[in-house]
């Protein structure tokens, strides 16, 4: 999850040590250093402990990674574990999320400028690649990247060279990229909002996170996490943490510690009630979609029943919808129009 210092996926029986012991179940080390706190793996749920099963076989390799998932569901987590169980460990793990710079900026951010490279560079600037040299760089939303600057990062994977921005002389770096993205890359290609070579380039090994909503189980141990680091010795009521496994997390991994957050905050030492948490937990989740009589549903109809609920969850806002969905936009406007939703 990106810019959250301690979130998480997975319940590792051993705490973190510098030199220490390995989770028996899925072979990492449980917590990752983080700036001054750390990010720590927790789940009780199927769907991570395969996951990151997958991620322990792939870290120690210098390839390339994709992190397939909904926006707060905790790929930076994954990301940084893969870089604390690699040997490139004690180098640097830098993050930028590609979607927060325009692309003039974007590009001295990751390879640097020279003095007067353009308006303002009054210094001579290293970038995030030369700074990550032997460690790893992040890329958070790699689909919004601009299509120039894609061309530019594809001939620094596949040449192992830079140039800053207005230098001709180029840099050799050694640095591992580990992507990330809520979107469907191969849609991108297909609307050609994202390059198919550099596509082919970045996706060797691809992990996906699956959102908060499928894997309930985690919530549970998530939730006592956040409230631990809030406030020590905290507990929830029954009710405050049924509601908690009734919602549905529109917003992941991410939302629920701002809940958990929420809740420490109004709790006011008292154990956290359902009061005190935000007020949509404590609304009950409304159905666009009727259930059918035997309570089967159809593919479509849970296709459109899930868009739906997530459509509300969102406010009605298609952007945030998809992004949720981890789909494009036009896709979604697609999946609208054939419920007669519009026009």
């Given amino acids: 999850m990106a810019e959250q210092t301690a979130t998480g996926p997975f319940n590792c029986e051993t705490p973190f040590e510098r030199g220490g012991s390995l989770c028996k179940t899925c072979r990492l080390l449980p917590e990752t250093p983080a700036g001054r706190k750390c990010n720590r793996l927790v789940s009780n749920s199927a769907a991570m402990k395969t996951l990151l099963k997958k991620a322990a ?173 809030e406030r020590p010795g905290a507990r929830f009521t029954p009710r405050a943490l049924s509601s908690l496994l009734k919602y549905a997390w529109p917003g992941n991994v991410r939302e629920l510690q701002n809940a958990v957050k929420h809740g420490a905050i109004l709790s006011q030492g008292q154990p956290v009630d359902l009061e005190h948490l935000p007020e949509e937990l404590a609304m009950p989740t409304v159905s666009l979609v009727p259930e059918p009589e035997d309570g089967l549903l159809s593919l479509e109809q849970a296709e459109k029943r899930h868009i739906l609920r997530v459509l509300e969850a969102c406010g009605g806002q298609q952007i945030d919808t998809a992004r949720v969905l981890g789909i494009g936009r036009t896709t979604l406007w697609r999946k609208l129009k054939g419920f007669g939703l519009a026009s």
């Fill in 57 to 229: 076989l792939v870290a120690d390799s210098d390839v390339a990674v994709v992190l397939r998932g909904e926006s707060g569901s905790g790929k930076e987590v994954v990301a940084r574990a893969l870089h604390a169980n690699s040997p490139r460990r004690a180098k640097p793990f830098l993050a930028v999320n590609c979607a927060a710079l325009p692309g003039e900026l974007l590009e001295s951010e990751l390879f640097g400028h020279v003095k007067g490279a353009f308006t303002g560079a009054q210094n001579a600037r290293k970038g995030l690649f030369e700074t990550a040299h032997g460690g790893t760089l992040f890329l958070d939303e790699i689909a919004e990247m601009p299509l120039p600057l894609q061309a530019k990062l594809l001939r620094v994977l596949q040449d192992g060279e830079l140039r800053r921005v207005g230098e001709s002389e180029a840099v050799n770096v050694d640095v591992r990229v580990v992507c990330a993205t809520h979107q469907n890359l191969q849609e991108c290609v297909r609307d050609r909002r994202f390059r198919e070579d550099l596509y082919f380039r970045l996706k060797v090994f691809t992990l996906v996170v699956p959102p908060l909503r499928t894997r309930t189980e985690d919530i549970p141990v998530l939730a006592h996490m956040f409230l631990e680091q």
